[in-house]
C-alpha cells in the first residue's frame, strides 16, 4: 500500500518554486498514458493503478464495471493529496493498436494526441491568465508490448522510436503472468538488446542523487526494465489466507503486488512516488522544449509550405506576368524616348555643325575684310 506521506516521497517539497506554489494551490498536474496493442491489458492496468492505491478517483467518462474493448481516448482524473500538497493525476487510456493486420501506422494518432497536448499547452501559455493554464502535457506513457517471448515487434520498434522522442517512455511486458520466470527473464534481454540496438529513447530513473540511498533505489529499478507487470482488480486469496489483488489459476495464486510474481510495484513507485518530479520537470524541461524549438522551425516551414500553395503560386505567377508586362511597356517607352533623343541630339548637332559653318563663314569673312581695309591703307601712304 501507498506510504503516508506520499509527498516526501514524490519530492514535492524540492519542486522549484513556481511549481511548488501550482502544487500547493491546484495540485500539480501529472498525467500517465497507457498505449499498445488491443487486449494487452492496459484498461485493467489503470484500474489496477487505481484499487492498488488509496487515490479518490472519477472517471470522466461512464465506464462500463465490465472491461470491454476500449474504443476511445478515456480520462480518469485522480487526487493524490497530502497536508498542504496535491497532485492532480490524469489516467489516460487509450484503444489498443488494433489487430495484426493495418495496424502499422495506428500508433500515429497516440503520437498526435501527445502532440496536441503539447500545443494546447503551447497556446495557452501565450494567454494573460496563466493560473487558468490546464496542463494535460504527458508526463509518462507506458508502452505494453505483447508477452511473445521473442523480442521486440517491428511495429512495436517504430512505435517506441517516434513515441520515445516525445514523451518519458516506460516500456512494460504486458501479462508477465503467461510467461514463465525463465523465459521472462530472457524476453527481457531481448528487448533490452532491442532498445539500445534501435536507439530507443527511453526513461531511466537518475542515479547521479547525493543521496546513495536514493541512487541504489534509482537502479534496482532501472534493472527492472522493460517491466513486467501482472494486472488483475480482482480480490483473491493467496496461499497465506491473504486477500490481495492477483489472478488464480489452477496451479496457484499470480499476485500483482508481490515482487517475486511481477513488476507492478516497482513500476507503481516510479510512476506515483520515486519519480513522479522527475517525470514533470522532464518532461517540461526536456520534452516540452524540444517541441517547442520546432514549433518555432515549423514556423518558417510552414510559410514555405504556403508558397507551395497551388493558390499562392497563381498569385506570384499573374504578379510576375503584371510585372513583365509593366517592364515591358516601360521598356518600350524608354525606347523611344532614347530614339527621340538620339534624334534630338543629331538635329542639335546638325544645328551646331550649321553654325559652326556659319561661324567659320564669318570668321574668313571678318579675315578677308581685315585684309582689305589694310590694302587700302597701304595705297593711301
Ligand atoms: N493473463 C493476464 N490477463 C490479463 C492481464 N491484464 C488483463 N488481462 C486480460 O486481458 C483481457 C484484455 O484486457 P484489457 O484491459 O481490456 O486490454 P486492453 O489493452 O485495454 O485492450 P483494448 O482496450 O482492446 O486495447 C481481459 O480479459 C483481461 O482480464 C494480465 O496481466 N494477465
Ligand atoms: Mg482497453
Given at each position: 500500500m501507498m506510504s503516508t506521506n506520499p509527498s516526501a516521497l514524490c519530492g514535492i517539497a524540492n519542486l522549484p518554486n513556481q511549481l511548488h506554489k501550482i502544487a500547493i494551490k491546484k495540485g500539480i498536474p501529472y498525467t500517465i498514458l497507457v498505449v499498445g496493442e488491443?487486449?494487452?491489458g492496459k484498461t485493467t492496468f489503470v484500474n489496477t493503478l487505481l484499487s492498488s492505491s488509496l487515490l479518490k478517483h472519477r472517471d470522466q467518462t461512464k465506464r462500463h464495471r465490465l472491461i470491454e474493448k476500449t474504443t476511445q481516448i478515456t480520462l480518469t482524473k485522480a487526487e493524490l493529496e497530502e497536508d498542504l500538497f496535491k497532485v492532480k493525476l490524469n489516467l489516460v487510456d487509450t484503444p489498443g493498436f488494433?489487430?495484426?493486420?493495418?495496424?502499422?501506422?495506428?500508433?500515429i494518432s497516440i503520437l498526435n494526441f501527445i502532440e496536441a497536448q503539447y500545443q494546447s499547452y503551447f497556446f495557452q501559455e501565450q494567454?494573460?491568465?496563466?493560473?487558468?493554464i490546464n496542463d494535460m502535457r504527458i508526463s509518462v506513457c507506458l508502452y505494453f508490448i505483447r508477452p511473445t517471448g521473442h523480442g521486440l515487434s517491428q511495429l512495436d520498434i517504430k512505435a517506441m522510436k517516434a513515441i520515445g522522442a516525445r514523451v518519458n517512455l516506460v516500456p512494460v511486458i504486458a501479462?508477465?503472468?503467461?510467461?514463465?520466470p525463465y523465459a521472462l527473464e530472457e524476453f527481457k534481454n531481448r528487448i533490452r538488446e532491442s532498445i539500445t540496438a534501435n536507439r530507443i529513447e527511453i526513461f531511466k530513473c537518475p542515479?547521479?542523487?547525493?543521496d546513495p540511498i536514493d541512487n541504489q533505489i534509482g537502479s534496482e529499478i532501472n534493472e527492472a526494465i522493460p517491466f513486467a507487470i501482472v494486472g488483475s482488480d480482482k480480490v483473491v486469496i493467496n496461499k497465506d489466507g491473504k486477500e490481495v489483488l492477483g489472478r488464480e489459476y489452477s496451479w496457484g495464486v499470480v499476485e500483482v503486488e508481490n515482487d517475486e510474481h511481477c513488476d507492478f510495484r516497482k513500476l507503481r513507485n516510479l510512476l506515483i512516488r520515486t519519480n513522479m518530479l522527475d517525470l514533470v520537470t522532464s518532461t517540461d524541461e526536456v520534452h516540452y522544449d524540444v517541441f517547442k524549438k520546432e514549433v518555432i522551425q515549423k514556423g518558417i516551414g510552414e510559410l514555405r509550405k504556403k508558397r507551395e500553395n497551388p493558390k499562392f503560386k497563381e498569385e506570384e505567377e499573374a504578379l510576375r506576368f503584371k510585372f513583365t508586362e509593366q517592364v515591358r511597356i516601360e521598356e518600350s517607352r524608354f525606347r523611344q524616348w532614347e530614339l527621340k533623343l538620339i534624334a534630338e541630339r543629331d538635329r542639335l548637332n546638325k544645328d551646331l555643325e550649321s553654325e559652326h559653318m556659319t561661324v567659320r563663314h564669318l570668321e574668313s569673312e571678318i579675315e578677308s575684310l581685315a585684309m582689305n581695309s589694310q590694302t587700302t591703307k597701304s595705297y593711301r601712304k
Open positions: 488491443s487486449g494487452l488494433g489487430d495484426f493486420i493495418n495496424n502499422n501506422d495506428s500508433w494567454q494573460p491568465d496563466r493560473a487558468a501479462k508477465a503472468d503467461t510467461l514463465s542515479v547521479d542523487r547525493a
